[in-house]
């Protein structure tokens, strides 16, 4: 331990994880899917969606919304749309049992999505992502969150900071993968941010009273900004619309309303979408990943980077000597063994 940081393993991290979500009445089951996610988090060091997330999840664990021992359930309903009820649970044992057969359902019809509904959801979605590509299918995952996020063009919360997520499986090697919320910043920055008293650049929020403004606490109770303007505004509208209104679940405005002023974890649904390029290319597969592994090679040759190669060296990082943890938000997680 350093003076402000500590090291742990990453088997640390993901016992620690568990421990903390069981201690606080989260079921085995859905402490496992969360531990393994969060785990994975720090490891590539996402530091706004690593264990700082235990706080936020026994936040919402304590103040009853979520139901830490719902078991979802799957719903076959299209030959390419699967559903996962998440009956109020968190996502991600939602999204561990529907995956079989999104899988399944992509590897047969080329295409397939899956929908998770009434979930409470605080995960990157790159894990998900990844999950698919290592099983040879692209993968494209989105979910709205809390209406924290204003329209290009206006100052008031309407969107979410709405994540969109891609991977592509590539033959040798990491997929190519890109997760990002479509507001400026995730809201987990703005967050952690404002708990260690760090400005922020002026195009990330606006205050209550709709100016720009550089303190994290002042533009948690105002509005953030999309990113890429008009273009990030409107994506996110997509996912308004795309993983909510087109599956039958909360946007996040309506998110927003259903937490009642708690603060707990946004609940709404997820869509995630698979798709086979053995069955769209077929005798053309192998030139089709081809030309892709030419297009990736085209931007890396002149020294740019593929997004996700940041996590990836962090990953090797992790796993070879463990991960950093701020000694102030390790004590905090050991408060929530109290
Ligand atoms: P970042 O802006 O940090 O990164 C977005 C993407 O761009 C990453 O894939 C990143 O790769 C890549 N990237 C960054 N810099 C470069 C570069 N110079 N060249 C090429 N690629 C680059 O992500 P966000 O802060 O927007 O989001 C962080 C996480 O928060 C995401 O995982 C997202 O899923 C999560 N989130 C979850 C929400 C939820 O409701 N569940 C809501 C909002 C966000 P790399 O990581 O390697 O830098
Ligand atoms: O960081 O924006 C965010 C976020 C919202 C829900 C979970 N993470």
Not at 4 to 27: A, Q
Not at 96 to 115: E, R
Not at 314 to 337: C, K, T, Y
């Amino acid at each position: 331990m350093s003076d402000n940081h500590v090291m742990l393993t990453l088997d640390e991290v993901y016992d620690l994880s568990r421990k903390v979500l069981i201690h606080n009445g989260m079921s085995s089951e859905h402490a496992t899917s969360i531990a393994k996610v969060i785990t994975q988090g720090q490891r590539d060091e996402c530091q706004s969606h690593g264990i700082y997330r235990l706080l936020v999840c026994v936040n919402t664990l304590r103040n009853g919304k979520v139901d830490p021992q719902a078991l979802p359930t799957v719903k076959d309903v299209a030959p390419g749309i699967v559903t996962v009820d998440s009956r109020f649970g968190y996502s991600l044992l939602g999204f561990d049992t529907g995956l079989p057969t999104l899988i399944h359902k992509a590897k047969t019809n080329g295409i397939a999505a899956m929908a998770i509904n009434n979930c409470f959801h605080f995960s990157a979605l790159w894990p998900e992502v990844e999950a698919i590509a290592e099983r040879g299918l692209v993968g494209i995952a989105m979910s709205p969150s809390h209406s924290w996020v204003a329209p290009a063009g206006g100052n008031k919360p309407v969107f979410g900071t709405n994540p969109l997520a891609f991977a592509w499986p590539r033959p040798y090697g990491n997929p190519f993968v890109f997760d990002f919320a479509t507001s400026a910043v995730a809201r987990g920055d703005l967050e952690l941010h404002a708990r260690t008293n760090q400005p922020i650049p002026p195009e990330w929020a606006v205050d209550a009273s709709g100016s720009p403004t550089t303190d994290p606490k002042e533009a948690l109770k105002g509005a953030m900004r999309t990113f890429g303007g008009y273009k990030g505004s409107a994506l996110s509208a997509m996912i308004e619309l795309l993983a909510g209104s087109l599956i039958g679940d909360l946007t996040s405005a309506q998110s927003q309303a259903f937490d009642g002023g708690v603060g707990a974890t946004p609940c709404h649904g997820e869509l995630v979408i698979a798709l086979d390029p053995k069955v769209f290319l077929g005798d053309a597969y192998q030139r089709g990943l081809d030309s892709a592994e030419q297009m990736f090679n085209l931007i890396t040759e002149q020294g740019a980077r593929l997004p996700s190669q940041r996590r990836f060296d962090a990953r090797a990082r992790s796993q070879a000597n463990g991960v950093q943890v701020p000694a102030a938000l390790f004590e905090d997680i050991l408060r929530l063994l109290d």
